[in-house]
C-alpha cells in the first residue's frame, strides 16, 4: 500500500535561519507531488507542485522553494525564514491518473520566532 | 479565476439535526468537485467526489451548475461528523487542487 511520510511534525527556527521539511512516498512510482500551507481562515494554499523529478511549478510568489530530488521526494526549503512563514505544512500525492483524489502527509508546524 | 467559497467558518448544530456545508464555485469549464474531511488529530482525506454521486458516511453533495454551488449535506448529524470541511475543485487535466477556507462542524449531543 502507499504511504506518505513528512518531517518534522513541527519546528520552531529564529528568523533568518534555513528551512528544510522533507516527505517522501512509498509504495507508488512517479507521483504527482504537492506543498500546501494550512492557515487558519485562509484555507489550503497549494504553493509548489510537481509531475516529476526536476520539474516544480511553484504556485504563490513567496519566500520558500521546493526541490524534487527523487521520484519519491519532496523538499520544501528556504534560505531565510521570515516571521509570516509560520504555518501549517501539508505534503501531498497524488497518481497521475487524474482521480483528483489527493493523499497528504500528517503535517509539519513551523514556528518561526 | 478558479475559487472555491465557503461563507461559513463554524457551523454549530445538534445531534440529529440536518446540516448544510455551503460552497460556491468560479470556473469557466466543467469542474471537478470534491468534499475533504480532516477530523481531529487525523489526516485530510477525501470524502466525496461529484463525479462519483455516492453518499458517504450519510452526506451527499449535489453539483449545481446553475448557481455554481456545491453544497454538502446530511440530513441527521452525528457527534462523530464534527470535523473540519474543505470543498476543493480540480482543475482541468491536472491534478491541481484548489482548495476553500474551509468550515469546522461542531455537532452537539
Known amino acids: 500500500s502507499q504511504t506518505i511520510h513528512q518531517w518534522p511534525a513541527t519546528l520552531v527556527q529564529p528568523v533568518g535561519s534555513p528551512l528544510s521539511l522533507e516527505c517522501t512516498v512509498e509504495?507508488?512510482?512517479?507521483?504527482?507531488l504537492y506543498w500546501y500551507r494550512q492557515a487558519a481562515g485562509r484555507g489550503l494554499q497549494l504553493l509548489f507542485y510537481?509531475?516529476?523529478?526536476?520539474?516544480i511549478s511553484s504556485e504563490v510568489p513567496q519566500n520558500l522553494s521546493a526541490s524534487r530530488p527523487q521520484d519519491r521526494q519532496f523538499i520544501l526549503s528556504s534560505k531565510k525564514l521570515l516571521l509570516s512563514d509560520s504555518g501549517f505544512y501539508l505534503c501531498?500525492?497524488?497518481?497521475?491518473?487524474?482521480?483528483?483524489?489527493?493523499?497528504f502527509g500528517e503535517g509539519s508546524r513551523l514556528t518561526v520566532l | 479565476a478558479q475559487r472555491v467559497t465557503q461563507p461559513e467558518k463554524l457551523l454549530s448544530v445538534f445531534k440529529g439535526a440536518p446540516v448544510e456545508l455551503k460552497c460556491n464555485y468560479s470556473?469557466?469549464?466543467?469542474?471537478?468537485l470534491f468534499w475533504y474531511v480532516q477530523y481531529s488529530r487525523q489526516r485530510l482525506q477525501l470524502l466525496l467526489r461529484?463525479?462519483s454521486r455516492e453518499s458517504i458516511k450519510g452526506f451527499t453533495a449535489d453539483l449545481n451548475k446553475g448557481e455554481t454551488s456545491f453544497h454538502l449535506k446530511k440530513p441527521f448529524a452525528q457527534e462523530e461528523d464534527s470535523a473540519m470541511y474543505y470543498c476543493?475543485?480540480?482543475?482541468?487535466?491536472?491534478?491541481?487542487?484548489?482548495f476553500g477556507t474551509g468550515t469546522r462542524l461542531q455537532v452537539f449531543p
Open positions: 510537481s509531475v516529476g523529478i526536476g520539474q
Open positions: 509504495g507508488t512510482s512517479n507521483p504527482n
Open positions: 501531498a500525492w497524488s497518481s497521475t491518473r487524474g482521480t483528483g483524489e489527493l493523499f
Open positions: 476543493a475543485l480540480v482543475s482541468y487535466n491536472t491534478d491541481k487542487l484548489i
Open positions: 461529484h463525479i
Open positions: 470556473y469557466s469549464g466543467s469542474p471537478e
